[in-house]
């Protein structure tokens, strides 16, 4: 299948607009937002400014930076001036969206100049583009809350209010809608990009699924899924679903479940031994790799399988789905929850326990606790492994004997398993950068704790369950990982012993156009961190 081809069998119909965008310097920037103008100042703030503290650590507190000046802009033209500024300085420059990254790629000690984008969160809607467009600053709380009260729409984005779009997006982000909907960059249209040039010149450029200039065409490409920090600042998205006309706000997104049932079920940790255990994680497993097809009838469903530390006191299982089958004369919602945990309990000694159940309008959904996680003041380390295939033997004994070992105790420290799939998977891997389509489960290992001291237990103890649970592949999983769960440790041949490098986990056959691209737009290589894509050797390189 060709390149074209490729591309037109993810995009379906939409219409050429890609004249009308930037090729060069400022042309067609996306305007200021309403009630600023681009007189105004950025804020620069230094060292000892009463912001600062805040300004220079995200979430996780393992990584503070110490960076020379903090510029926080509202408007492109001054991401513009802020890279000129550090280009011409020769600062290492780096960029923060809602600051939720698991890794130092923002907090580098070497980073001397930080932009923080959370001034840029306007959300508007584009006649000109039919689409609607979302600073890269705004959190997701935000975005859900202003598509939906506004124009009764909603995008497939994740569950914690508080991450920020702007990396969200480029990783490829997914949440409890991505089984109907897909992964949030399937409906990305267009977005604006601060690069620099091999002269070291700044400007900001729009790049689009149908820009005329398939040099652009592969810029927004390598923004579906290729990671962030790694091509410019991203400053806006626009966002259109393909096959939707956008002639209107609520003609340019789908629209989300009306309400959903939410609920809660437990299996105390007490009465769950390695057999019980391993058959509830294999059960949960295999029920979502049965429903994984693209339109299947139980695709609306969207669980959490939390199996964390035994210190803890239980494994419990967060559940979502739509009413809608049942105003349509289908079960009623509440007998398919049931359904869905007695089939994840089957063949389990230890009985579940319900202690959470409610149905609930979709934007108060949003921020239910079964997913809104709002970590806040925590040390952090994660890891992520996606799974074609229900678990294993091994894997399973490997995450009992983790999870319930007595010289570690830590309720903080698990596993989180998502579904994945369904719309994700009726998406080429090669139509965007992300190109993990064929997967039934997404896995969030981490762990979180507040005293400095105890880092080397706990990021100790998260290395050991997952390598070991993936001992037979190298350590590391055979199905690839997610590059918005960073793990640095991916690319250590100490922890990683597969022989299959960090890049292919996280992009697979993706990797060598994403150098290309890297090539075209940062042949500088000005935008880099430890998990960044890497410039090509002399003669390599894609070819979409």
Not at 68 to 81: G, I, M, Y
Not at 83 to 110: K, N, P, Q, T, Y
Request: charged share 20%; proline share 6%; with cysteine.
């Amino acid at each position: 299948m060709t390149r074209t081809t490729r591309r037109r069998a993810f995009l379906g119909a939409t219409a050429a607009t890609g004249a009308a965008m930037a090729t060069t310097g400022l042309a067609t920037p996306a305007a200021a937002a309403p009630g600023r103008t681009a007189a105004d100042a950025a804020s620069e703030v230094l060292p000892g400014s009463p912001q600062y503290g805040d300004l220079v650590r995200g979430v996780n507190q393992r990584w503070i930076g110490t960076p020379d000046r903090v510029s926080v802009p509202h408007t492109t033209e001054q991401v513009v001036r802020a890279l000129r500024r550090a280009l011409d300085a020769g600062e290492r420059i780096a960029v923060r969206g809602g600051g939720h990254c698991f890794e130092d790629f923002s907090a580098s000690r070497d980073v001397r100049r930080l932009v923080d984008m959370s001034a840029m969160d306007d959300i508007e809607y584009d006649a000109d583009r039919r689409a609607i467009r979302i600073g890269a600053g705004a959190t997701l709380g935000k975005v859900n809350e202003q598509l939906f009260k506004r124009w009764g729409v909603a995008l497939p984005a994740g569950s914690c209010p508080t991450v920020g779009i702007g990396g969200h997006v480029t990783g490829g982000g997914y949440g409890p809608l991505n089984r109907t909907l897909g992964l949030i960059v399937d409906h990305l249209y267009a977005l604006e990009v601060v690069v620099a040039d091999a002269a070291g010149h700044p400007r900001a450029v729009v790049a689009a699924r149908d820009s005329a200039d398939p040099r652009k065409r592969d810029l927004w490409w390598a923004h579906t899924g290729g990671g962030g920090g790694n091509f410019g600042i991203v400053t806006h998205y626009w966002f259109r679903s393909p096959g939707l006309s956008g002639r209107t706000p609520q003609e340019t997104l789908p629209t989300p479940p009306r309400e959903v049932l939410v609920g809660t079920a437990l299996w105390q940790w007490a009465d769950l031994d390695e057999r019980s255990f391993t058959r509830l994680l294999k059960n949960y497993a295999a029920w979502h790799a049965a429903h994984n097809k693209p339109g299947d009838a139980e695709s609306d469903l969207y669980s959490h399988l939390a199996a964390f530390h035994r210190s803890g006191g239980a494994v419990a299982l967060n559940i979502q789905l739509s009413t809608a089958r049942s105003k349509a004369g289908g079960p009623p919602p509440e007998e398919r929850l049931d359904a869905f945990v007695a089939a994840v309990g089957a063949g389990v000694d230890a009985r579940s326990t319900t202690v959470a159940r409610s149905c609930l309008p979709w934007l108060l959904s949003t921020q239910w606790s079964g997913f809104a996680d709002r970590p806040s003041g925590k040390r952090i380390k994660g890891k992520s492994a996606y799974h074609k295939e229900p678990f294993d033997d091994a894997q399973a004994e490997a995450l009992y004997r983790g999870l319930t070992r007595a010289d570690y105790r830590h309720p903080g420290s698990g596993v989180l398993i998502a579904p994945y799939g369904g719309q994700v998977n009726s998406v080429r891997p090669t139509a965007t950068a992300l190109p993990h389509r064929d997967s039934a489960l997404m896995l969030m290992y981490v762990s979180e704790w507040t005293d400095p001291g105890e880092d080397d237990s706990h990021v100790g103890f998260l290395r050991d369950l997952y390598e070991t649970t993936y001992a037979k592949t190298g350590g590391v999983p055979a199905a690839g990982a997610y590059i918005n769960y960073p793990d640095a440790d991916l690319r250590d041949p100490r922890r990683n012993r597969s022989g299959v490098a960090w890049h292919e986990l996280y992009y697979g056959a993706n990797y060598p156009d994403l150098q290309r691209i890297k090539k075209a737009w940062d042949p500088g290589n000005v935008f880099r961190h430890r998990l960044s894509i890497e410039l090509p050797a002399a003669g390599r390189g894609g070819s979409r």
